[in-house]
């Protein structure tokens, strides 16, 4: 078996890994577990069942990773950055497992976990993480920073892909550095703020390297 296929399967494996957990410990769990909190922390909560369905967003996600490229026009540039597109899927589903397992933990440890703090923490180093590797995408119609200006040319796709990568990649640090900061609402500005930020003057700049290909 060839290396991309072992991780591949090894993907498929971490899909399934937040149904394990939840199988694991589903008979001592509340009637009522938490689902979601609000930037002032205050916790909604939902019947328990409700776990079921958001667990198996992971293998259908990592059936949306697989099936893609398939109907992608650009799917033989996969080819080039198969292990970048992997590393996604692997980190992508890890994000998924942690946030299942903060669940978990605080239906049957309320107050285990600094929520907010945790959960700004790795969407920031999700963020340096797809900021690293963006630079490694070459065109295609699902994965990377995509601008109708970026999708007209090779040279434009890859100053785009650059562009916003170390921008994302430095929005994430921003954001996961901002995850130690005090009240809940100072850690979500200080990771969407810069996101936010960081999409727009990547949109910028793709719109200004097209303007730049044209003149040539």
């Given at each position: 078996?060839?290396?991309?296929?072992?991780?591949?399967?090894?993907?498929?494996?971490l899909s399934?890994?937040?149904?394990?957990?939840?199988?694991?410990?589903?008979?001592?769990?509340?009637?009522?577990?938490?689902?979601?909190?609000?930037?002032?922390?205050?916790?909604?909560?939902?019947?328990?069942?409700?776990?079921?369905?958001?667990?198996?967003?992971?293998?259908?996600?990592?059936?949306?990773f697989?099936?893609?490229?398939?109907?992608?026009?650009k799917?033989?540039?996969?080819?080039?950055?198969?292990?970048?597109?992997?590393?996604?899927?692997?980190?992508?589903?890890?994000?998924l497992?942690?946030?299942?397992?903060?669940?978990?933990?605080e239906?049957?440890?309320?107050?285990?976990?600094?929520?907010?703090?945790?959960?700004?923490?790795?969407?920031?180093?999700?963020?340096?993480?797809?900021?690293?590797?963006?630079?490694?995408?070459?065109?295609?119609?699902?994965c990377?920073?995509?601008?109708?200006?970026?999708l007209?040319?090779?040279?434009?796709?890859?100053?785009?892909?650059?562009?916003?990568?170390?921008?994302?990649?430095?929005?994430?640090?921003?954001?996961?550095?901002?995850?130690?900061?005090?009240?809940?609402?100072?850690?979500?500005?200080?990771?969407?703020?810069?996101?936010?930020?960081?999409?727009?003057?990547?949109?910028v700049?793709?719109?200004?390297?097209?303007?730049?290909?044209?003149?040539?």
């Amino acid at each position: 078996m060839k290396k991309t296929n072992k991780k591949q399967v090894a993907a498929w494996v971490l899909s399934l890994l937040p149904l394990v957990m939840i199988a694991a410990v589903y008979r001592r769990l509340p009637a009522e577990v938490p689902m979601h909190w609000d930037l002032d922390g205050a916790v909604d909560y939902g019947a328990k069942a409700q776990l079921w369905a958001i667990a198996a967003t992971a293998p259908v996600l990592e059936a949306m990773f697989c099936f893609l490229p398939k109907i992608d026009p650009k799917n033989k540039n996969y080819d080039k950055f198969g292990d970048a597109y992997l590393g996604i899927q692997l980190v992508t589903l890890l994000f998924l497992a942690a946030m299942t397992g903060i669940c978990i933990t605080e239906a049957l440890r309320p107050g285990t976990v600094n929520v907010s703090g945790v959960v700004c923490l790795l969407v920031g180093l999700l963020m340096v993480y797809l900021g690293n590797v963006m630079p490694r995408f070459r065109m295609n119609w699902y994965c990377g920073f995509k601008t109708p200006w970026a999708l007209s040319s090779e040279t434009v796709w890859t100053r785009t892909q650059r562009v916003a990568g170390r921008l994302l990649f430095a929005a994430g640090l921003i954001g996961a550095a901002g995850s130690f900061a005090p009240g809940d609402t100072a850690k979500f500005v200080l990771l969407l703020a810069p996101l936010v930020l960081a999409c727009g003057l990547s949109t910028v700049m793709s719109w200004r390297f097209y303007r730049e290909e044209s003149r040539k």
